[in-house]
C-alpha cells in the first residue's frame, strides 16, 4: 500500500504551482534559465540600475539567469534571440557562485565560497582594480529551518556583500541584496541607510508572495566618516 507522506503531497503542490507559474513559462519561452531573470528585471526598469558599459559583478550566480539578463542588457542589439545573447559586449560581468555555471559567452565566472578570502581575491583579481559599478547578490544560505541561525547567516552574506561593495563600488555604483524579511532585517535595512544615499527595498512581482525573499537596493556611497583616532 502506498502511504501519501506530507513532504510528497507538497512536493506536487509546488510543481504543479512551478509548472503553471507565468514565470516560469516566460523564462521557458525566452531562453533563461531561472524564472529569478524577471525579478531582476524588475528591479532594474524600476530604478534604472543597469546600462551598457557597466563593469557587474553577480554574487550567488548559478544557474545564471541573472547573468543571462546582464548580457543581454550589454548586447542590446542581440536581445531577443533567446538563450544569453552572443555577439560583442558592451560592458563586463563577473560572476561567483558555490555551485558550477554553465557557460554564458563572455560572463567570467569563479566558482567558491565568497565567505573565503581566496576567493575574493579572485574576484579583486578578475576585476584588475576596475572600479564596479553595480554589485548584484542573489546569495542564499541553504535554509536549515532554525530561524535563528538561518537569519545570522544571511546576515553575514548581506555584510559582506555590503563591505565588498564599499571596497570596490564607483561613488555613484550600486547593490541590489536579496534578503529574507524576518528577524535580522531591520539591522540590514539600517545598514544600507548608514552606507547608501539612496535605500529602496523592493518586492518584485516575480517574487512569490508566499516568499519571505525581498531584494535591499542601495545607491550611491555616503562618505564614511574616518574614526577618531584612525589616520
Ligand atoms: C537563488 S540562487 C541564485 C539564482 C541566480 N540569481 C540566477 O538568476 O540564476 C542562490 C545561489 O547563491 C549561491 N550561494 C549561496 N551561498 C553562497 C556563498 N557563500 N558563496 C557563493 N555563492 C553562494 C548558491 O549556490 C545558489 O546558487
Given at each position: 500500500m502506498k502511504i501519501k507522506t506530507k513532504s510528497k503531497k507538497v512536493n506536487k503542490a509546488w510543481l504543479n504551482d512551478h509548472m503553471n507559474d507565468t514565470y516560469v513559462k516566460l523564462a521557458q519561452r525566452e531562453g533563461y534559465r531561472a524564472r529569478?531573470?524577471?525579478?531582476?528585471?524588475?528591479?532594474?526598469?524600476?530604478?534604472?540600475?543597469?546600462?551598457?558599459?557597466?563593469?557587474?559583478?553577480?554574487?550567488?550566480?548559478?544557474?545564471?539567469?541573472?547573468?543571462?539578463?546582464?548580457?543581454?542588457?550589454?548586447?542590446?542589439?542581440?536581445?531577443?534571440?533567446?538563450?544569453?545573447?552572443?555577439?560583442?559586449?558592451?560592458?563586463?560581468?563577473?560572476?561567483l557562485d558555490l555551485l558550477p555555471l554553465e557557460p554564458i559567452e563572455g560572463v567570467h565566472f569563479i566558482q567558491g565560497d565568497f565567505h573565503e578570502d581566496e576567493v575574493l581575491a579572485k574576484l579583486e583579481s578578475a576585476l584588475g582594480g576596475r572600479p564596479v559599478d553595480l554589485v548584484v547578490s542573489d546569495m542564499?544560505?541553504?535554509?536549515?529551518?532554525?530561524?535563528?541561525?538561518?537569519?545570522a547567516r544571511m546576515a553575514l552574506l548581506i555584510e559582506l556583500a555590503v563591505e565588498f561593495a564599499e571596497k570596490h563600488l564607483r561613488p555613484e555604483g550600486a547593490l541590489v541584496c536579496k534578503v529574507f524579511h524576518g528577524s535580522g532585517?531591520?539591522?540590514?535595512?539600517?545598514?544600507?541607510?548608514?552606507?547608501?544615499?539612496?535605500?529602496?527595498?523592493?518586492?518584485?512581482?516575480?517574487?512569490?508572495?508566499?516568499?519571505?525573499?525581498?531584494?535591499?537596493?542601495?545607491?550611491?556611497?555616503?562618505?564614511?566618516?574616518?574614526?577618531?583616532?584612525?589616520?
Open positions: 529569478a531573470a524577471y525579478k531582476l528585471k524588475e528591479i532594474d526598469e524600476t530604478l534604472g540600475l543597469i546600462r551598457p558599459g557597466q563593469v557587474v559583478v553577480d554574487l550567488g550566480a548559478a544557474p545564471g539567469a541573472w547573468s543571462q539578463y546582464l548580457r543581454r542588457r550589454f548586447a542590446p542589439k542581440e536581445a531577443g534571440t533567446g538563450g544569453a545573447a552572443s555577439g560583442a559586449l558592451d560592458g563586463s560581468i563577473i560572476a542564499a544560505p541553504n535554509l536549515s529551518g532554525i530561524a535563528a541561525s538561518d537569519s532585517y531591520s539591522q540590514l535595512a539600517t545598514l544600507f541607510k548608514a552606507r547608501f544615499r539612496v535605500f529602496k527595498p523592493i518586492k518584485p512581482k516575480a517574487s512569490r508572495d508566499k516568499s519571505a525573499e525581498t531584494f535591499l537596493v542601495g545607491i550611491g556611497l555616503k562618505k564614511m566618516a574616518k574614526a577618531v583616532g584612525n589616520d
